[in-house]
């Protein structure tokens, strides 16, 4: 279809480096999409004959209707999905076809087709990180109460709730989520009828097809219409943040998983055998979600690397944008719906998760708080005191809340039997009733608030 200018055809190696269909192929719906609206605009404008319109129309939709049924032959000869529908309207309609690539350009058509394909897949992604928090809100609702060790440096540092460290990750993936819509409204300008990169003599409505569309207005500036994928690069920036958090989540499945750990367990669901040795329950699902965020984190990478050098406007680089995008949408869909079954499967072993919560002196800091609220203590010195108080009980072998109120004086005369009201780590817990706090009637309420505001959600996208 360019080949005029072209007396022989292409090497065969010139067109293995220079076919793109095999990948592209997937963006065939949103590219019908935009030729729909592009030749209702054009009859509207008067560039093209209504009923030559029409008979376009009619053969556009009769070739989404074979891609989507599976029907449509695509041709590598053809080079790029643009040139495999155009090729499939002129057998259906003749040379009537030609007219649809009035005022417009592959160049415009490519952006617009995959800022559709994108902005499609951030959607469905909030979908899908929406039910991820609505697993684990209703989770840790179910185990707001449940006492677990929580950690620094991979050490037990206080007492923590199981259901205040699920609402942890419903806090990230909310703003995962907001930041896929914050992409999202900068992607939606329409890029269509920018043409090549300098816009076109005929007299186009272009908020008509970004309307059409569903853009909230077409791109301002030809040049940085076609030339740049930062919409691409700042969703696969958001997917890479997004894989990270699931990754850390699946990290902590897997040491839970072990038998070091004991807190959680997999059902057979999601988990996998060993071809050797027959005792072995492997988290492979969760190893998997953490591997795999690898490969999201590489598509980022890969296109900014892809772009740092490109001057305006459009270089065949910029084809390299679309195979990385679309397998880390794909790869991150799949994590955040092997996450959620894995939220949903997982069984915790409260008593371990207890027994661990008690260890390693976790109520240290209950007892320097003691020191300072009740006795006056600065802060510095109360943890000095507790300090020793706390060297005395590891000489002893014993947890803190059975350290003798005689032991404990021997540091510090003016403590007294009070002490221990906080020295449990049911009660350190449920002491812990600052905003965001892990006391248990502080995740029950933010568990609910969470799950009323994704029902609320649901209903409105309904």
Avoid at 97 to 103: E, M, V
Avoid at 340 to 362: C, E, F, I
């Amino acid at each position: 279809m360019w080949g005029g200018r072209f007396s022989s055809a292409p090497a065969a190696i010139m067109e293995e480096i220079n076919a793109s269909i095999e990948f592209d192929k997937r963006l065939g719906p949103q590219d019908v999409r935009g030729s729909l609206a592009h030749v209702a605009m054009l009859a509207d404008a008067g560039i093209v004959e209504k009923a030559d319109a029409a008979r376009i129309a009619e053969g556009l939709r009769q070739i989404a209707g074979e891609i989507e049924n599976g029907e449509f032959q695509f041709s590598r000869a053809l080079e790029d999905i643009h040139m495999n529908v155009e090729s499939r309207l002129a057998d259906l309609i003749g040379p009537t076809a030609g007219r649809l690539h009035t005022a417009r350009s592959r160049n415009d058509q490519v952006a617009t087709d995959m800022r559709l394909w994108v902005r499609d897949a951030v959607d469905d992604l909030d979908g899908q990180l929406a039910a991820l928090q609505h697993a684990l809100a209703a989770r840790a609702l179910e185990f707001a109460g449940a006492v677990m060790p929580g950690f620094t440096h991979l050490q037990s540092a206080q007492p923590v709730t199981f259901g205040h460290h699920l609402l942890a990750y419903v806090e990230m993936f909310g703003r995962d989520r907001s930041r896929f819509v914050d992409a999202r409204r900068r992607m939606n300008e329409c890029p269509l009828g920018a043409a090549a990169l300098a816009g076109t003599s005929f007299p186009i409505d272009r908020h008509q097809t970004a309307a059409a569309l569903g853009f909230d207005r077409p791109t301002a500036n030809s040049l940085d219409s076609v030339s740049d994928r930062d919409f691409v690069l700042e969703t696969l920036s958001a997917a890479a943040i997004c894989a990270v958090h699931l990754s850390r989540f699946a990290e902590e499945i897997v040491l839970w998983a072990t038998p070091q750990f004991g807190f959680v367990r997999l059902s057979d669901a999601f988990s996998t055998g060993s071809s050797i040795m027959p005792q072995k329950r492997n988290p492979d699902a969760a190893e998997l979600v953490r591997g795999k965020a690898g490969r999201v984190i590489g598509a980022l990478n890969g296109l900014l690397i892809v772009m740092k050098g490109l001057p305006l406007t459009y270089s065949k680089d910029m084809q390299e944008d679309k195979e990385g995008a679309f397998d880390a949408i794909q790869t991150l869909s799949l994590c955040l719906a092997a996450m959620t079954g894995m939220v949903q499967d997982l069984t915790p072993n409260l008593p371990a998760m207890r027994k661990a919560a008690g260890s390693g002196y976790a109520t240290a800091t209950d007892l320097a708080d003691w020191l300072v609220r009740v006795l006056g203590l600065p802060f510095r010195e109360a943890h000095h005191v507790t300090g020793r108080i706390v060297g005395l009980a590891s000489e002893k072998g014993v947890g803190l809340e059975k350290l003798s109120l005689e032991a404990m004086q021997s540091v510090e005369p003016r403590i007294t039997q009070e002490i221990f009201t906080v020295l449990g780590v049911e009660k350190s817990v449920r002491s812990r009733v600052s905003f965001g706090g892990t006391a248990p009637a502080n995740v029950r309420r933010e568990a609910r608030r969470w799950l009323r505001k994704l029902e609320r959600n649901d209903r409105a996208g309904a």
